[in-house]
């Protein structure tokens, strides 16, 4: 259901125990001119957090202010006028509802989201995913069945956020390594020395040539899991891990921008002693680089569920 891009909500459980106004963001994740509003607004009631206003804000158009959907949905909240006409807010105080304003757009979203919290205030069980069930299914459906619905849709979509969203959030606690690693590094490895190639992914008429993301793209698929196809997306395949606590497997990126995920511009894959196997530039091939460098940004542990929950239109 498109009412509007809010706020993904969740609460202590659903958030891996981060209890809503003690999250934090992780690094770049949200590009740095909506950062203060997503912290901010992301608080605005128990029943949400930033990581998760921020998940949603991503899912829904990328951080783009001027998306339109074909159900025409406006804006980086993503509202659809009548419902932005009933819950839209100033959020800048400037006099006026913009939905085309971040500014206002995005307080609408967490405000939306805190007023649904509300209505299924008294159903049994997570507020966070009562809400969510809320927006998905509408708040009679939580009220009926005394919280979230047996739909699968609705099930789905919570489960959804709320695991997107921990890959907006800055890590509590070490984070636990992938099973699927040691797949991914042998693919890799099984390429080394292969030309790269712009846009390339490995078919049979690229003649089995990769760029980064391609290559990175590839080598979790090996072992099951679909990964986007850009990297800037790849970054929001599951929760990110400091630099001193990376292990073989993880994805690392590089940025033109250090305060923006959406200006990623080069993964690899780390496999240790500070190097990763990538498909670094025209006219070179897959070969082991280090990783330190004035545009290392940061790494994302890749996850089954992660990489499920990632949408695929931004």
Not at 92 to 111: L, T
Request: glycine fraction near 12%.
């Amino acid at each position: 259901m498109l009412l509007v891009v809010g706020v993904y909500i969740v609460a202590g459980n659903l958030a891996g125990g981060v209890a809503a106004g003690g999250v934090g963001l992780a690094k770049g994740a949200v590009p740095a001119a909506y950062q203060t509003l997503v912290q901010k607004w992301g608080n605005l009631c128990p029943a949400i957090n930033p990581a998760l206003l921020a998940a949603q804000l991503y899912q829904e158009s990328g951080f783009n202010p001027g998306a339109r959907s074909p159900a025409k949905a406006q804006g980086i909240a993503q509202f659809i006028p009548g419902t932005w006409a009933t819950h839209g807010v100033d959020g800048d105080g400037d006099g006026d509802r913009d939905v085309w304003d971040p500014d206002d757009a995005i307080p609408s979203a967490a405000s939306y989201d805190c007023e649904l919290a509300k209505y299924v205030r008294d159903v049994p069980g997570d507020v966070s995913a009562n809400m969510l069930a809320a927006y998905n299914a509408g708040a009679y459906a939580v009220i009926r069945y005394g919280g979230v619905p047996p739909y699968r849709e609705t099930r789905n979509y919570v489960k959804t956020i709320t695991t997107l969203a921990k890959s907006f959030a800055a890590p509590v606690a070490r984070v636990d390594p992938s099973r699927q690693a040691a797949g991914a590094i042998a693919y890799a490895q099984s390429k080394l020395g292969t030309p790269y190639l712009w846009g390339g992914t490995g078919t049979a008429a690229q003649s089995g040539r990769f760029d980064c993301s391609g290559l990175t793209q590839a080598a979790y698929d090996s072992v099951g899991i679909k990964l986007p196809r850009v990297a800037n997306d790849q970054y929001n395949a599951g929760p990110h891990p400091a630099r001193n606590e990376l292990l073989p497997g993880d994805l690392v990126f590089f940025s033109h921008d250090p305060t923006d995920s959406r200006a990623i511009h080069h993964v690899g894959i780390y496999v240790g002693g500070g190097y990763m196997i990538d498909a670094p530039r025209t006219g070179a091939v897959i070969r082991f680089d280090p990783i330190d460098g004035g545009d290392y940004f940061g790494a994302t542990r890749v996850t089954e569920d992660g990489a499920k929950a990632l949408p695929t239109h931004v």
